[in-house]
Each structure stands twice: as structure tokens, then as C-alpha cells.
Nanobody
């Protein structure tokens, strides 16, 4: 499975971005996809996951921070994962990675940099 993330960039506080992650290769029907992020000097952390059936989960560690601002979604027909981000804050600055998981294990994209700064 290959994952290609895109949509990052420089945005001012309060701005919006939509990240996309296009998957290709041997995609299993049952899978979970997710977004992780790694801020400068910090460890990679889970942001949110979504199952192939559409069930979503936002990580407890970031739930309060991103609640109401980030929305994970997917289009199975397009094999694409999304992360809609609004009201961005400087603390959202990070490299965002998409992840695909099935019974074989984890697959990672290359990451897309989101910088929130005035």
C-alpha cells in the first residue's frame, strides 16, 4: 500500500486547510486509516482514525484541542482520506502523516507539513 499525503502549507491562525491522503496498491476491504502528527521536538501522536465503515475516533490526547475544529473523513471509492482543519492554531503546527492499517500491519505516507503562523 502506498500513501500520498498532500494539502499542507503555511496558514495564518484562524485559517483552514484540508489534508488529503491518496491510497494505492492492494487495499483490503476492512481497514482503518488515520492521521498522526509530529510537532517539532515532540513525538508523533495520533489525531484521529476512521474505519472502512466510517466509524471515527479522535485520540483522547488531542480530543479537547481539536474538537470541533478537525474532521476526519474518507471516500472509499476514491481511496482517499481527508482531514478538514478549521480555526487553526500555532500549536497545530506539525508534520501530518496518514496511516493505513489492516491485518498485515501499518503503512505510512511521507507526511505533509502544516505551519500555522502569522
Amino acid at each position: 500500500v502506498q500513501l500520498q499525503a498532500s494539502g499542507g502549507g503555511l496558514v495564518q491562525p484562524g485559517g483552514s486547510l484540508r489534508l488529503s491522503c491518496a491510497a494505492s496498491g492492494n487495499i483490503f476491504t476492512i481497514n482503518v486509516m488515520g492521521w498522526y502528527r509530529q510537532a517539532p521536538g515532540k513525538e508523533r501522536e495520533l489525531v484521529a482514525t476512521i474505519t472502512s465503515g466510517g466509524g471515527t475516533n479522535y485520540a483522547d490526547s488531542v480530543a479537547d484541542s481539536v474538537k470541533g475544529r478537525f474532521t476526519i473523513s474518507r471516500d472509499n471509492a476514491k481511496k482517499t482520506l481527508y482531514l478538514q482543519m478549521i480555526s487553526l492554531k500555532p500549536e497545530d503546527t506539525a508534520v501530518y502523516y496518514c496511516n493505513y492499517r489492516d491485518r498485515r500491519g501499518d503503512f505510512w505516507g511521507q507526511g505533509t507539513l502544516v505551519t500555522v503562523s502569522s
